[in-house]
């Protein structure tokens, strides 16, 4: 039996399409390769969000030419969202000719037919389409196995953040039938997952373009109604679009969790107008300070962009001053990197290599010390997790999640899937430890 491999970069989205490429392979008749194996087919689901994630791509694409040398009759495939910016296919089948299947965005389910194309005839089979489609139902998956698995309930964005290169790569917004949604929520909780997570770039803008009134709110009172559905989460939240009507909703339906990932990006007003983010701070602060006058027990989290062309230092410091009064439970931290089309990559003002290094320190610095004060305050106190399984690190000990999303690690042989009640015992920066609380 041949066999296949994929290695995944970027988000969660992009897990996801990973185990639809997974499910077209494996209908073709193709297994996972073991980890000492050399795999017949193997397939870069790619990200090209930032240019540190492009550039540890390529350097991967050439490593593989030890593979191809090894096993001359090796697949290679590169897909997503980095062979779909303009040019970047033709240019990668020219300049790296032992790539032999280039797919974008937009035809990622060509997969099967490309590798077999490719097997038949040894010459490459390069084709990305540039525009979107609809969303595709039915297609076949192998989700990676756990409690939680991945959904994306809506394609592309449609808000042009001007750093951003996601709209051009994933096409405009389009969300799938509530209908089809909820019918894949009942076949996941069927086939043994307890959670489940709403993916999309803007996911609360969900229900846009169907013109049926359909909105996110409704879209997780669907969802929650799943009989045997233990836990419902849901990522990326944009600010603009997190109405009231949502924040009760996540407060009051019973699988929804408290957990918010809302992007701020700065802390500052002009710059969030140079980022073209449609709020101010203080609308900000307002729906943070209503998420948690809602669900004092919430978590939030963030992205933060450091660095933006003509960032100074008065609009750094109002980052820095955002993030202590608000005092998130996390913050995935980023150096801007220019990204060609969009309009941030043709704004004057490019900050310093060495002036972002030195913010993001600064802001990390800062936000570790919050995390962890945070998290110390949680000691004593008794949360509901979601048994995931042995800890990667100390398979001794079982890892699981609360609602708030924050890692606890503890003994217990309740199996995977299980909810059970941890009193907290320590904490650090990423993980909590605790005990079964009977
Ligand atoms: N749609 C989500 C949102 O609005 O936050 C996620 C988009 S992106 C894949 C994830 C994060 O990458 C963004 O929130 C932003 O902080 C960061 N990002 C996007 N473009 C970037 C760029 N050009 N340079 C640095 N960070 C960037
Ligand atoms: Fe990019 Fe902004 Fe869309 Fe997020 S909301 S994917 S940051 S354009």
């Known amino acids: 039996m041949s066999t296949y491999r994929i290695i995944t970069y970027g988000c969660q989205m992009n897990e996801r399409d990973s185990e639809t490429i997974a499910g077209i392979l494996t209908e073709r008749g193709y297994r996972r390769a073991g980890k000492d194996e050399d795999p017949d087919v193997i397939v870069?689901?790619?990200?090209?969000?930032?240019?540190?994630?492009?550039?540890k791509i390529f350097g991967k694409v050439l490593e593989l030419k030890a593979l191809k040398a090894r096993h001359p009759g090796?697949?290679?495939?590169?897909?997503?969202c980095l062979p779909q910016q303009p040019g970047a296919a033709e240019s990668i089948a020219r300049k790296l000719v032992h790539v032999d299947i280039v797919l974008g965005t937009h035809n990622i389910e060509r997969i099967g037919e490309a590798v077999e194309r490719v097997a038949a005839s040894r010459c490459q089979f390069v084709e990305v389409i540039d525009h979107e489609t609809a969303p595709k139902e039915g297609l076949p998956s192998v989700r990676a196995p756990?409690?939680?698995?991945?959904?994306t309930v809506m394609y592309g964005c449609d808000n042009f953040c001007s750093y951003c290169i996601v709209p051009y790569v994933r096409g405009r917004e389009r969300s799938r039938l509530p209908?089809?949604?909820?019918?894949?929520?009942?076949?996941?909780?069927?086939?043994g997952f307890k959670e489940v997570v709403l993916l999309g770039q803007n996911v609360n803008a969900y229900g846009r373009t169907l013109g049926t009134g359909e909105d996110f709110t409704t879209l997780l009172r669907d969802v929650d109604s799943v009989k045997g559905l233990?836990?419902?989460?849901f990522m990326?939240?944009?600010?603009?679009?997190?109405t009231q009507e949502m924040v009760v909703a996540v407060r009051d339906l019973p699988t929804v969790c408290e957990h918010i990932h809302l992007p701020v990006q700065s802390g500052s007003n002009t710059v969030l107008e140079r980022m073209n983010r449609g709020y101010t701070r203080e609308q900000y602060m307002d729906l943070a300070s209503r998420i948690r006058e809602a669900m004092p027990d919430s978590s939030l989290t963030t992205d933060i962009i450091v660095g933006f062309p003509g960032e100074d230092e008065r609009e750094f410091a109002d980052t820095m001053d955002l993030v202590k009064r608000l005092e998130f439970d996390a913050a995935f931290t980023f150096m801007y990197s220019p990204r060609k089309g969009t309009r941030a990559a043709q704004m004057p003002g490019e900050v310093p290599f060495s002036t972002k290094k030195g913010r993001i320190s600064e802001l990390i610095k800062v936000q570790n010390e919050i995390t962890q004060k945070k998290n110390r305050e949680l000691a004593g106190r008794v949360f509901e997790v979601l048994v995931e399984g042995p800890s990667e690190r100390d398979p001794s000990v079982m890892a699981g999640r609360t609602r708030q999303n924050k890692m606890v690690h503890f003994r217990s042989d309740r199996p995977p899937g299980s909810l059970v009640n941890?009193?907290?015992?320590?904490?650090?920066?990423?993980?909590?430890?605790?005990?079964v609380q009977e």
């Open 44 to 55: 870069l689901n790619t990200c090209c969000v930032r240019e540190g994630a492009e550039r």
């Open 74 to 80: 090796a697949i290679i495939a590169v897909v997503g």
């Open 146 to 151: 756990g409690v939680r698995a991945w959904l």
């Open 179 to 191: 209908g089809e949604i909820k019918a894949e929520v009942e076949r996941l909780v069927s086939g």
């Open 230 to 233: 233990a836990r419902t989460r």
């Open 236 to 242: 990326t939240s944009h600010p603009r679009d997190f």
């Open 422 to 435: 941890i009193r907290i015992t320590s904490t650090g920066t990423w993980t909590l430890r605790g005990e």
